[in-house]
């Protein structure tokens, strides 16, 4: 037969370990790259729900909700205030989030929709007070310093969806 050398046992061994070296060749490192995209995944999600947990606890800590309720109340009421210094535009305050930007397409698509939704009210949210602080609130700017408060508060409410999302990074 014309191909009978293929039924030597060297031939053959050398063709199952090329096709074997080959095979794993390949697959071997989409493997290791799967593997370490979803322990890389799991590290983002693990720290950003920490650093959302960090969020509520210290809102909570600062009662910051009867603070900006304090604040509106009186400022709705006609009374002319300084507005305090609450957050300070050279300060970084999400670190984990601003350091994992670029990794948040790794995250399911919903809880990334879900995890930028949030950032982006709680800046929003910081932005719009920190352009009112240390200004005296009055009749001419009272409204726009409300709406700046009514979204700080929206913020501070969305702390509670915060907790599940959390959560749900953290599975």
């Known amino acids: 037969m014309p191909f009978d050398f293929y039924i030597r046992p060297e031939i053959l061994s050398a063709i199952i370990g090329a096709i074997s070296g080959g095979f794993f060749g390949a697959t071997v490192p989409i493997l290791l790259t799967v593997v370490e995209d979803n322990r890389k995944r799991r590290r983002i999600k693990r720290a950003i729900a920490a650093e959302i947990r960090a969020m509520i606890s210290a809102t909570s800590r600062a009662g910051l909700s009867d603070f900006v309720s304090e604040i509106g109340t009186r400022i709705s009421a006609g009374e002319e205030l300084q507005v305090p210094t609450l957050f300070y535009d050279s ?53 726009n310093f409300l709406r700046a408060l009514a979204i700080l508060q929206r913020a501070i409410l969305d702390l509670d969806e915060a907790k599940t999302l959390a959560h749900k990074l953290e599975k």
């Open 91 to 143: 300060m970084s305050y999400d670190p984990i989030f601003a350091s994992n930007m670029e990794n948040i397409g790794l995250i399911e698509v919903d809880l990334a929709q879900q995890i930028t939704g949030f950032y982006r009210t709680v800046r929003l949210a910081r932005f719009r007070f920190i352009a009112f602080q240390g200004q005296k609130i009055g009749d001419d700017n009272r409204e």
